[in-house]
């Protein structure tokens, strides 16, 4: 699984003109799902959004957690994550998870991250056509995979 969490001061996602959710303070995550992730991945991949010291302390250092400042998280599914642009002028996505399977485990990620204290947690709509708005804090952003946490065990 990919994650790209974006530190906001705010954000927001819509669907046919309709807000699903809107944050403050917290991060704003964009959620792909590779071929072969599961349940394993999910859960690791909310511990460590959780709990990543991302977030200024009062000194200025990141040192602060989303569950130490209290931040809400915006989860938006986004197979476009796993696009593979190595060949030609247009992507292939044959790496991101079949669309029932991918739910699932964007599904799971979410409960897991619930689970792991983040009390306020919106998300888009899964599969559907969405527009994204973010105020990005810093800009502080960070791509977190968990085939490349793996890879550093």
């Known amino acids: ?18 807000e699903t959710a809107r944050i403050g303070k917290g991060l704003a ?8 992730d599961g349940e394993a991945e ?7 959004t959780a709990e990543l010291r991302i977030f200024e302390d009062g000194g200025g250092k990141l040192n602060l957690s989303l569950l130490d400042v209290g931040g809400a998280a ?17 992507p ?20 897991k991250l619930r689970e792991h204290g ?8 899964f ?3 969405m527009r994204y708005s973010i105020l990005n804090d810093g800009p502080v952003t960070v791509i977190l995979d968990t085939a490349e946490m793996a890879a550093q065990k």
Not at 76 to 84: A, I, R
Request: glycine residues 10%; hydrophobic residues 40%.
């Open 1 to 18: 699984m990919r994650a790209v969490l974006q530190r906001t001061l705010a954000a927001s996602v819509e669907v046919d003109g309709r």
């Open 29 to 36: 995550i964009l959620l792909g799902v590779c071929v072969g």
């Open 42 to 48: 999910a859960d690791k991949l909310a511990e460590k």
């Open 74 to 90: 915006l989860v938006v599914s986004n197979f476009t994550l796993y696009g593979d642009c190595s060949h030609g002028r247009r």
């Open 92 to 111: 292939s996505f044959i790496r991101a998870e079949r669309p029932e399977r991918a739910r699932a485990l964007y599904e799971r990620y979410i409960d």
């Open 118 to 125: 983040v009390a306020e947690i919106g998300t888009g709509v």
């Open 127 to 129: 599969g559907a056509d």
